[in-house]
């Protein structure tokens, strides 16, 4: 069954120093998107980045990279040059679109809450 | 381009009652997801709409019920509402086109039942 693990219910990073948020998941569809969110205390999810099962490369979008490890089913995200407005929930996501596309599900993990100390 | 709101966005209601909560996508979407996500069970999938049919529903009772009008905004409807639908209620929208498209979410209706 599609599963999202999140092991680190907490992170604490000083400010300026890189973190790696951990993801591993879960799939028997070859075909599937991974995504991360940030969830500040407002409530809203903020899209981070997204990784293709097909693509070749990590995707990076500015501070953020996602180190994809395609053999071991790892997504993990990589936030360089912490800041304090990155304290947040952070989420990994997944969403199945080839033999068990189901539309527009995404399947959440448990969350990391990441603490940036200054 | 404007993002994703939702309406209202703080809501008590007591046992019993009905909600109706409101989600209005970003210009051009047509995929509209609803999730509920609460401190026990965490992010969960409601059901997602495209062109005003619901194209997936999660595991939900009844009482859980959508629909999404001619210009993509959606709405989400509680009957008989229970302690335990207190949550946020975050809604999604994407182009809904085939393959991998991303969703953008909107700030979430706070949902008290008292």
């Known amino acids: 069954a599609q599963k999202i693990t999140q092991t680190q219910p907490g992170m604490f990073v000083q400010e300026k120093e890189a973190v790696t948020l951990d993801c591993t998941y879960d799939t028997s569809d070859p075909s599937y998107g991974l995504f991360w969110y940030k969830q500040p205390s407002s409530g809203e999810m903020i899209f981070l980045i997204y990784q293709g099962s097909y693509d070749q490369q990590n995707a990076t979008e500015g501070r953020y990279s996602l180190n994809f490890q395609k053999a071991r089913k790892s997504a993990n995200l990589v936030i360089s040059a912490s800041q304090l407005g990155d304290s947040a929930m952070y989420f990994c996501?997944?969403?199945?679109?080839?033999?068990?596309?189901?539309?527009?599900?995404?399947?959440f993990g448990q969350g990391t809450e990441l603490s940036v100390k200054p | 381009k404007a993002g994703v709101t939702q309406t209202p966005r703080y809501l008590i209601k007591t046992r019993g009652q009905q909600v109706t909560l409101s989600c209005s996508p970003i210009s051009g979407h047509r995929s509209v997801s609803w999730y509920q996500q609460t401190p026990g069970q965490g992010l969960q999938f409601l059901f997602e709409?495209?062109?005003?049919?619901?194209?997936n529903k999660g595991n939900f009772p009844g009482r859980f019920s959508g629909r999404q009008f001619s210009n993509s905004r959606s709405e989400m409807n509680v009957s008989t509402l229970e302690l335990g639908d207190s949550a946020l209620y975050l809604c999604?929208?994407?182009?809904?086109?085939?393959?991998?498209?991303?969703?953008?979410f909107g700030p979430g209706t706070r949902l008290t039942v008292l």
């Open positions: 709409y495209f062109s005003e049919t619901q194209r």
């Open positions: 999604a929208s994407s182009y809904g086109l085939a393959g991998v498209d991303t969703q953008y």
């Open positions: 996501a997944m969403r199945e679109v080839g033999t068990h596309n189901q539309g527009g599900k995404l399947i």
